[in-house]
């Protein structure tokens, strides 16, 4: 008899329900929601209280037992469970630990028949909308853990348990106005980059000054006075931290720090170009300049700029930026995510896009024609590279993610970045003479998403490409090499397909209406073509 969680793999129903919590919410529904679910009596509540009271809540809506889901990794995720295990991964939970909010959970991998349990945190935890136990509330359990997680990810700071005044009457107000004023992209660029790096500075100081307190046990009389003198230093960095955090979260200390931001109005609705010059010798502007008035008309105006960065926070849909050849750092593409063209000048080798590393994915575009051309975008690890939504065009690029040294491989390279590319559903993505290299998936395509390739390479991933059934994928002149486990697989209805695994590009010719192959190269991959369902 199958293993219940083996036979929802067959059924094809690994559907999580949506995690939506907030997403059309304003500011005051959700202090209404989180008030009424985690603080019903209105009680006083102190900051060092706050954990019991979402252990309370969790104990009155979480499931303790039997319901299965998807454990997702993030930031929170321990190095050691990221390595061993590859996410998403089907789980069913046999035990939850109210009291450190975690839950012991059995994964059962169809290669292999013994039973692996492990304890993830219940927040990594995206329930599964079918469950094989028809008698759970598993909405209620979903629902709580949403806010469970959004609590975490978005209200909770390190100074917390130091808080004397009531928490829900004078903090949360001011913590779902941030999440929401980030959330609407009004603030300026230098709000939100300060405001994410004084939040990643005070985790930082959180772990080393969680590993301090173990250090301070362990060693002895000669060495204490070393790490407490660390730890007292460690504090005082954190209190700086804390009061500037309380700056910006208040809106008019906020404005006195940074003031309003100030943008340019455009005369007209035709595009601009926006030049990037940042650390260019004369000769090499001028070169810059010569190719921009052999690229548009003499007569164009154009605007300088000392950063990318500072580019993307002034610029308007379908604007042109210009860059050169130099390391140009991103924190968020503004309104270029609904329309634009962006070019580097040079060789692409030379010229790289970095996105922050507080991001989970490099670009996102959201609508809108977007033109990508010769530079190197180079994802930290981790990361997504490039979430297409609308239409989305790349020629004479790398999408290069990150590799992750891993011992256990003999000493192989193992790849450490997520997908190079994202498709949603109904997202249009155009690659020609591009390469995509080291990524989990190089593209992974969404039912009624389109990717046309050609002269492009994918190298030195999991999987090449992973494309849902009703996919329109045309491939021309393109190789895929080093892909570790296939260069491309679809994800096929039960009813489609009979067959899981093939050698070569011959049985795409059954699925016509998703794939077209033309000049296709497969080499040194372990698989080339794979048909799931």
């Avoid at 991964?89 to 959970?105: F, H, K, P, R």
């Avoid at 989305?392 to 999408?399: R, W, Y």
């Avoid at 390279?413 to 080291?438: C, E, H, M």
């Avoid at 090499?481 to 011959?506: F, N, P, Q, R, W």
Wanted: some cysteine.
């Amino acid at each position: 008899m199958d293993h219940p969680i083996k036979s929802l793999q067959k059924t094809n129903i690994l559907e999580t329900l949506p995690d939506t919590y907030s997403c059309r919410m304003s500011a005051a529904e959700i202090v209404e929601d989180l008030k009424r679910c985690f603080n019903p009596e209105n009680d006083f509540i102190k900051g060092q209280e706050l954990q019991q009271i979402i252990v309370y809540y969790a104990e009155q809506a979480v499931e303790p037992v039997g319901w299965q889901a998807l454990w997702m990794s993030d930031s929170k995720t321990s190095s050691s469970l990221k390595a061993k295990f590859k996410s998403p991964m089907l789980v069913e939970v046999n035990n939850v630990d109210y009291q450190s909010l975690e839950a012991l959970v059995e994964i059962v991998n169809e290669m292999n028949e013994e039973k692996s349990t492990e304890t993830v945190l219940l927040t990594e935890l995206h329930p599964l909308k079918h469950q094989e136990n028809d008698a759970i509330t598993i909405e209620v359990t979903h629902n709580a853990i949403q806010r469970i997680r959004f609590f975490y990810n978005h209200l909770l700071l390190p100074w917390d348990c130091d808080v004397q005044e009531d928490w829900f009457q004078f903090h949360l107000p001011v913590r779902v106005g941030m999440f929401c004023e980030l959330r609407s992209g009004l603030l300026n660029q230098e709000t939100v980059v300060r405001y994410h790096y004084l939040l990643s500075e005070a985790n930082e100081i959180e772990k080393k000054l969680q590993e301090m307190a173990l250090k301070v046990e362990l060693c002895d009389e000669e060495m204490e006075d070393e790490v407490v003198g660390s730890i007292t230093e460690l504090n005082s960095k954190l209190e700086q931290i804390q009061q500037d955090v309380e700056i910006i979260l208040n809106p008019s200390t906020r404005m006195l720090l940074f003031g309003s931001k100030v943008t340019r109005v455009k005369q007209n609705k035709d595009p601009e170009v926006l030049l990037v010059v940042q650390d260019q010798t004369c000769i090499s502007l001028h070169q810059t300049l010569n190719r921009l008035e052999s690229e548009f008309s003499p007569q164009l105006n154009i605007r300088c700029y000392p950063s990318l960065q500072t580019a993307l926070d002034d610029c308007r849909v379908d604007d042109v930026i210009v860059i050169s050849k130099g390391i140009h750092n991103l924190y968020n593409v503004n309104s270029f995510r609904h329309g634009g063209t962006l070019i580097g000048i040079g060789a692409k080798e030379d010229i790289v896009v970095h996105p922050g590393s507080n991001i989970e994915v490099g670009l996102t575009f959201d609508d809108g024609n977007v033109v990508l051309k010769n530079f190197t975008l180079l994802v930290n690890n981790k990361q997504s590279g490039i979430a297409v939504k609308g239409n989305v065009s790349m020629e004479n690029c790398t999408l290069r993610g990150s590799s992750l040294f891993d011992e256990t491989k003999n000493g192989e390279n193992d790849v450490g970045s997520w997908k190079g590319f994202y498709v949603a559903p109904q997202g249009r993505l155009v690659l020609k003479q591009t390469r995509i290299v080291s990524f989990d998936v190089g593209l992974r395509v969404r039912a009624t998403g389109q990717v046309f390739l050609s002269s492009s390479e994918v190298e030195s991933c999991n999987i090449g490409i992973l494309a849902e059934q009703g996919t329109r994928i045309q491939i021309s002149n393109c190789e895929f090499k080093h892909c570790k486990e296939y260069a491309i697989g679809v994800e096929m209805d039960s009813d489609s397909i009979g067959e899981t695994l093939v050698g070569g590009l011959e049985l795409l010719q059954m699925i016509p209406e998703a794939f077209h192959v033309n000049d296709c190269r497969l080499t040194e991959n372990e698989v080339n073509v794979k048909l799931e369902y």
